[in-house]
């Protein structure tokens, strides 16, 4: 099975802060790698798909990118409502495996 | 709108079994693979079975192979997880998503699943 290991597990960040969260790929995985945010009691919610294409409907501040083994998830000017638990995903090959998560806090 | 409605989730006895279902609503279903994803209490997600558009197709982790059944009812706009012999580390959040583009694009709300004595 690939494992997905991202960094760091928690942060703590201010409204309007760059935040750069990262998962790495235990083998190269090319390009299929999603991003998910995940709010206390509710289902996740895609944001990014194919390591860099932004889900419909999904601000503009969330990117992606990487390719490999090495992947990053920013979010350009933090906003209140994305405080939230963020996990990667790779479906380069089953089983489909999700990263640790990254709980992202106000400062 | 996209909907995906979990039932079928609740108390359960060690051993014991339980068929969770989804409905689905505001799409052609039966042109999309579907999955399971499930997340125990304060634990990562984790991916359980995912099955192809009209069935023939079906891909599960490992460690439950044998245990689950994923099916669907393309007729009834359904997709099913038969989860038999249920342990203590089964208890968890069961949520059923649509797949496109090799991600989960849409989710439903959760279903609990609580296997104890």
């Known amino acids: 099975d690939i494992q997905m290991t991202q960094s760091p597990s928690s942060l703590s960040a201010s409204v309007g802060d760059r935040v750069t969260i990262t998962c790495r790929a235990s083998?190269?995985?090319?390009?299929?790698l999603n991003w998910y945010q995940q709010k206390p009691g509710k289902a996740p919610r895609l944001l990014i798909y194919?390591?860099?294409s932004l889900q419909s409907g999904v601000p503009s501040r969330f990117s992606g990118s990487g390719s490999g083994t090495d992947f990053t998830l920013t979010i350009s000017s933090l906003q209140p409502e994305d405080f939230a638990t963020y996990y990667c995903?790779?479906?380069?090959?089953?089983?489909?495996?999700f990263g640790g998560g990254t709980k992202v806090e106000i400062k | 709108e996209v909907q995906l409605v979990e039932s079928g989730g609740g108390l359960v006895q060690p051993g014991g079994s339980l068929r969770l279902s989804c409905a689905a609503s505001?799409?052609?279903?039966?042109?999309?693979?579907m999955s399971w994803v499930r997340q125990a209490p304060g634990k990562r997600l984790e991916w359980v079975a995912n099955?192809?558009?009209?069935?023939?197709?079906?891909h599960y982790v490992d460690s439950l192979k044998g245990r689950f059944i994923i099916s669907r009812d393309n007729a009834k706009n359904s997709l099913y997880l038969q989860m038999n012999s249920l342990r203590a580390e089964d208890t968890a959040v069961y949520y059923c998503?649509?797949?496109?583009?090799?991600?989960?694009?849409?989710w439903g709300q959760g279903t609990l699943v609580t296997v104890s004595s």
């Open positions: 998503a649509r797949d496109s583009n090799h991600c989960h694009e849409e």
């Open positions: 505001g799409f052609t279903f039966s042109r999309y693979w």
């Open positions: 099955i192809k558009e009209d069935g023939s197709e079906k």
């Open positions: 083998q190269s995985i090319s390009t299929y």
């Open positions: 194919g390591a860099s």
């Open positions: 995903q790779q479906t380069y090959s089953a089983p489909f495996t």
